[in-house]
């Protein structure tokens, strides 16, 4: 079954910056790939979608890319802001269950410094 | 409208006692799935219902089962409770199902169970 890293359990970056989250997986590559955000004590809330045959998809200040090759993707956050503090995870959809449920990576919790 | 529900927020149990998580998704959607998140984990796949049929299945125990209701509700049932069972159970709609179908989830907040 798919197994799915992400970068680091945590990053902290000043604010202003731009934040750059990996997520990386190991078996086979899926048809497409999601993003989410969790705050404490909240479910996980979905940010963007993108197909295998999309090299990069951008939403406001938001901006994910997809390498296959690499089996990696690129989670960017310009012009930080503390209120993007949060844990961020990424999610494929397992073939095991004919794409029915997702695989979700471990998350790596972003602190945006003032 | 309103976002998927579960209920209770909060649940405290003793091991070996039974318990029922249960979630109302959004309405119109007709596919339900239950997540376990433990502390400092990414949600893992516990079941997949849609159109009252269990259509996925994750790695977890026959003590864990679930159900969906006419009105595309669903309850998660946990028996005989071990320490391990404490997490926060997350519950998951989208409008359909299908292989590979490229639908965002939408989470409730979950039921934090607390295992003692």
């Known amino acids: 079954s798919q197994k799915i890293e992400q970068n680091s359990e945590a990053l902290n970056i000043q604010e202003g910056k731009t934040a750059t989250l990996t997520c990386n997986y190991t078996?086979?590559?899926?048809?497409?790939l999601q993003w989410y955000r969790q705050d404490p004590g909240r479910g996980p809330v979905f940010l963007l979608l993108i197909r295998e045959n999309e090299k990069e998809k951008r939403k406001e200040r938001l901006k994910v890319t997809f390498d296959t090759t690499l089996k990696q993707s690129l989670f960017h956050i310009t012009a930080s802001q503390p209120a993007d503090s949060a844990t961020y995870l990424c999610?494929?959809?397992?073939?095991?269950?004919?794409?029915?449920?997702?695989?979700f990576g471990p998350g790596t919790r972003l602190s945006v410094l003032p | 409208d309103a976002g998927v529900t579960q209920s209770p927020t909060h649940l405290i149990k003793t091991r070996g006692q039974q318990v029922t998580l249960r979630c109302s998704p959004i309405s119109g959607h007709k596919s339900v799935s239950w997540y376990q998140q433990v502390l400092g984990q990414g949600p893992q796949f516990i079941f997949q219902?849609?159109?009252?049929?269990?259509?996925g299945r994750g790695n977890f125990p026959d003590r864990f089962s679930a159900r969906q209701f006419p009105n595309y509700s669903s309850e998660l049932n946990v028996n005989a409770l071990l320490l391990g069972d404490s997490a926060l159970y997350l519950c998951a709609s989208s409008p359909r199902t299908g292989p590979f179908s490229n639908q965002p989830q939408h989470f409730g907040d979950g039921t934090r169970l607390s295992i003692l």
């Open positions: 999610a494929l959809p397992d073939k095991d269950n004919y794409g029915q449920n997702f695989v």
């Open positions: 219902y849609y159109e009252k049929e269990e259509r």
């Open positions: 078996n086979y590559s899926p048809a497409y």
